[in-house]
């Protein structure tokens, strides 16, 4: 079984360029979740959709912070513009139902220059 | 709303003794706990989990944790650790029923194995 997927892996841009992640889930998962890791605070969930449909965007740090799911097998994180403190590594994880078992991708490390 | 504390940043033990990570949560609901596990460059993998039921659950590479309603406790013991343990331990929690949300996670433990 594939499991989640994520692109690219490493990503590294300069400060005001706009940058996209983007995530595959589990098929048959239908909740999907975004988490950023820093150093300084640690692994935070940005979003998270169910049905395609986002349930809770209060951890998206600013407006440049933006994410679609345009269907069950694809999802985006778009930063626009991008500013080196939104360097981290961004996770995508999804699970078959909400409260369950999270299947987390490998990340992507993102470093804004 | 949720919150958890592992206590210890690092922890360090030698090879073949007896490994224990602490995660105490906060909840307003009744929780589903989770430990979860990552190696270098690598996402996060489920090691066990507490829904409802038995208060002592049973992961992978024969970790083990109790969940101690009282004690707003849930930490992770292995009784002989192996320097492949090695790695970065999360404990998380979130809500249980309707109205559920994402994973709130701790801090995390650098679990150190000295040989």
């Known amino acids: 079984d594939a499991g989640v997927i994520q692109s690219p892996r490493h990503e590294v841009t300069e400060m005001g360029q706009e940058v996209t992640l983007r995530c595959k889930p589990i098929?048959?998962?239908?909740?999907l979740f975004w988490y950023r890791q820093t150093m300084m605070r640690g692994l935070e969930l940005l979003i998270y959709?169910?049905?395609?449909?986002?349930?809770?965007d209060s951890g998206m740090p600013e407006d440049r912070f933006s994410a679609k799911m345009p269907n069950a097998s694809f999802s985006t994180l778009k930063i626009q513009p991008s500013e080196p403190r939104d360097s981290a590594v961004y996770f995508c994880?999804?699970?078959?139902?909400?409260?369950?078992?999270?299947?987390f991708g490998p990340g992507t490390r993102l470093t804004v220059l | 709303a949720q919150s958890v504390t592992q206590l210890g940043s690092h922890v360090s033990v030698s090879e073949g003794a007896l490994v224990l990570l602490r995660c105490n949560y906060s909840?307003?609901?009744?929780?589903?706990l989770f430990w979860y596990v990552q190696y270098p460059n690598q996402g996060l993998q489920l090691l066990l989990k507490?829904?409802?039921?038995?208060?002592l659950v049973k992961g992978i590479n024969g970790f083990e944790a109790e969940f101690k309603k009282s004690e707003t406790s849930f930490h992770l013991t292995k009784p002989s650790a192996h320097m492949s343990d090695a790695a970065e331990y999360f404990c998380a929690v979130c809500r249980s029923g309707g109205g559920a949300d994402g994973l709130t996670f701790g801090k995390g433990t650098h679990l150190i194995i000295q040989p």
């Open positions: 909840s307003s609901v009744p929780p589903y």
């Open positions: 507490y829904t409802t039921g038995a208060t």
């Open positions: 959709f169910n049905n395609n449909v986002p349930i809770d």
């Open positions: 098929s048959g998962h239908n909740s």
């Open positions: 994880a999804s699970s078959s139902a909400i409260p369950d078992t999270q299947y």
